[in-house]
């Protein structure tokens, strides 16, 4: 480490220095800041997985999907189990709504809801294969 001569003003300046601190000539060009690549990326996208049925700790495509798939058919059976435990009984169907509805506005459920998790799952897909080229999956 030595000593230079700044050229704007000629102050006495370490040759390591990146603009004189008398004057503010600059030097050194300032190097690039250098950005890792880390092997979990953090995108906005992170946020809908997390509420929606994907957990952090899970990183494998697969078991990703498996997970979904599992998370996808409880709540199939949940919402069939709730709808048989709370069908209308014979007797009450005279102040409550018709089965045929009832059965109709569950079919109604269902069916969004497979559509809902298809809709997940290509845009999952192609975040992925985003993610994969850019490199921030494996």
Known sequence: MSLIKCPECSNEISSEAF?????????????EPIYEKRGRHRDPYDFYFNCFGTFDGINS???????NAVIFLLSIFSFYIFGRVLRPTPESLFITMDPGLYDFLCTIFIILWIIYYMWSWLTLTKVWKIQRKEGYLR
């Open 61 to 67: 495509y697969w078991h990703r999907q498996i997970l």
């Open 19 to 31: 603009s004189c601190p008398k004057c503010g000539y600059p030097i050194k060009k300032t190097p």
